[in-house]
C-alpha cells in the first residue's frame, strides 16, 4: 500500500469533498475556512475511535461555532451502516465519509495509514497540528484559539 507523509505543519490542507451522513449531499472541507477547524478520521470497527466519541461529544458540545468547528469524518465503506451507527450514538455534530480507506486521497494526500488521526486546521485551511491523541489535538485547537483572541 502506497503511504505518504500527507500535509506537514504549515501546508494548505488538501481540499476534498465527502459524502455528508446526516443527509444525501456532498459537502467540501473548503466549506468549513473561516475558523479553526478539528478534523476527527475515524470508522465504526475501529476501537479507539469508538473509545473517543463520548470526548468528542463533549468537545461538540462545548465548541464555539463562529469560530470552530469539529468535523468527523469516517473511513467506513458502508454509507448505510455508518449512518445507523451515528445514530445509535447520537453524534450530532457534523459527519462526513469518505469511505475506501485504501483510496489515494486517503493513503497519498492525507497520509492517512491509520485511525483514529486527527488534524487541526487554521481559518485559512492550513494544518497547524496532526496527531494521533484527541488529547493533543484539542490542546493545539484551544491553544490557536488562544493565541488568536490574544492578538485581537
Not at 500527507?6 to 475556512?33: C, H, N
Not at 470526548?55 to 462545548?62: G, P, V
Not at 488534524?119 to 490557536?144: C, M, Y
Request: aromatic share 8%; with cysteine.
Amino acid at each position: 500500500v502506497d503511504v505518504k507523509l500527507g500535509p506537514q505543519i504549515g501546508d494548505p490542507f488538501p481540499i476534498f469533498r465527502y459524502e455528508i451522513l446526516a443527509e444525501d449531499g456532498v459537502s467540501s472541507v473548503a466549506d468549513w475556512q473561516g475558523r479553526y477547524v478539528l478534523i476527527d478520521f475515524w470508522a465504526t470497527w475501529c476501537g479507539p475511535c469508538i473509545a473517543h466519541l463520548p470526548e468528542l461529544k463533549s468537545i461538540a458540545e462545548k465548541i464555539d461555532p463562529e469560530r470552530s468547528a469539529l468535523l468527523s469524518i469516517s473511513l467506513d465503506e458502508d454509507v448505510k451502516k455508518a449512518r445507523a451507527f451515528i445514530a445509535s450514538r447520537q453524534m450530532d455534530w457534523p459527519q462526513g465519509l469518505l469511505g475506501q480507506r485504501d483510496n489515494p486521497l486517503v493513503r497519498q494526500q492525507l497520509g492517512i495509514s491509520s485511525v483514529p488521526v486527527y488534524f487541526v486546521l487554521d481559518p485559512t485551511g492550513k494544518l497547524i497540528h496532526r496527531s494521533l491523541r484527541l488529547h493533543d489535538a484539542v490542546s493545539a485547537l484551544e491553544d490557536a484559539l488562544k493565541q488568536s483572541k490574544d492578538e485581537k
